[in-house]
């Protein structure tokens, strides 16, 4: 009957060697699931907010929320008559100063 125990114990031992390797490799699966969920979230919220970029972009730029043109006068510049100089010289206006009253 020794031989029996022997035979039950290899019997646990390899179960709990099983069961110690599938849960490893479950941890392992998970951590790889996490690290998978991070990098497609990451890349979803870098898109989301790219996308969130251009739309205000496009519609500031080219949508409703472009500012409406204003037409811009045009200047010509049209030749002036030329004034023949005269002999008599132009009087010149010059300022008076007034008198500050005193207090």
Not at 17 to 31: D, V
Not at 61 to 77: K, R
Request: hydrophobic share 30%; charged share 20%; aromatic share 4%.
């Amino acid at each position: 009957m020794a031989a029996g125990g022997k035979d039950r114990e290899t019997r646990e031992s390899r179960e709990r060697a099983r069961r110690y390797l599938a849960r490893q490799q479950y941890q392992a699966g998970l951590s790889t699931r996490r690290t998978r969920d991070n990098v497609v979230a990451a890349v979803v919220g870098g898109l989301l907010i790219v996308a969130a970029f251009v739309a205000q972009s496009l519609y500031f730029t080219t949508g409703p929320g472009a500012p409406e043109p204003v037409p811009t006068p045009v200047v010509t510049s049209t030749p002036t008559p030329t004034a023949e100089p005269t002999a008599e010289p132009s009087e010149s206006v010059e300022p008076n100063p007034t008198e500050t009253p005193e207090p």
